[in-house]
């Protein structure tokens, strides 16, 4: 899913136009929501990115060249705050995602968690791929690196997921066993 801000919205932001700006930041909250809670897994940490993204958008709107620019620079301000704040947040302590506390193993395979078990390179390029639909170009540069390692990522990223995920349904019967002799 990609940013829904029309390139007049954006323009007019741009520009300077108070009502752009606020329209631009109305449209494109939901993005930059959904993007940092792909990143991170809990919501109120993505609540916070996407707050952070929406005040450096309103502050910095008026540096950008064009308006055919915005989404890639978005992106870019999107996925570089949530990585600072996973970076903040692995200095203090360790969190147990809402994605990973809300998983119901019993009825589906646990794709946050097997998400959350891979390096954050790696992670980085399988949501702005598979749950932003980036083109590999797109996600390079974003991520500034080049096109060939954004594909060489995703290739590692889907073996290590389909690792993770085939080791689940062992993981879900045994769960199944254990409730069931508790009982």
Request: glycine share 2%; with cysteine; proline share 4%.
């Amino acid at each position: 899913m990609a940013i829904t801000a029309a390139p007049e919205i954006v323009e007019a932001a741009r520009t300077g136009d108070p009502t752009g700006v606020e329209r631009l930041i109305e449209v494109i909250w939901p993005d930059a929501y959904r993007l940092a809670y792909a990143i991170l897994g809990e919501r109120q940490a993505a609540e916070d990115v996407a707050q952070e993204s929406c005040v450096t958008v309103y502050r910095a709107i008026s540096s950008l060249r064009t308006a055919s620019a915005f989404r890639v620079w978005f992106y870019r301000l999107v996925v570089r705050r949530a990585s600072e704040f996973k970076r903040r947040r692995a200095r203090s302590a360790p969190v147990v995602t809402e994605a990973a506390r809300d998983a119901d193993s019993s009825d589906k395979i646990d794709i946050w968690r097997a998400l959350a078990a891979l390096p954050r390179p790696l992670h980085d390029v399988v949501v702005l791929h598979y749950f932003e639909g980036l083109s590999s170009r797109e996600v390079a540069s974003i991520l500034h690196i080049p096109d060939g390692t954004v594909r060489f990522r995703l290739m590692t990223a889907r073996r290590r997921l389909r690792e993770l995920l085939t080791d689940a349904p062992e993981t879900l019967h045994a769960d199944r066993e254990v409730q069931t002799h508790a009982i």
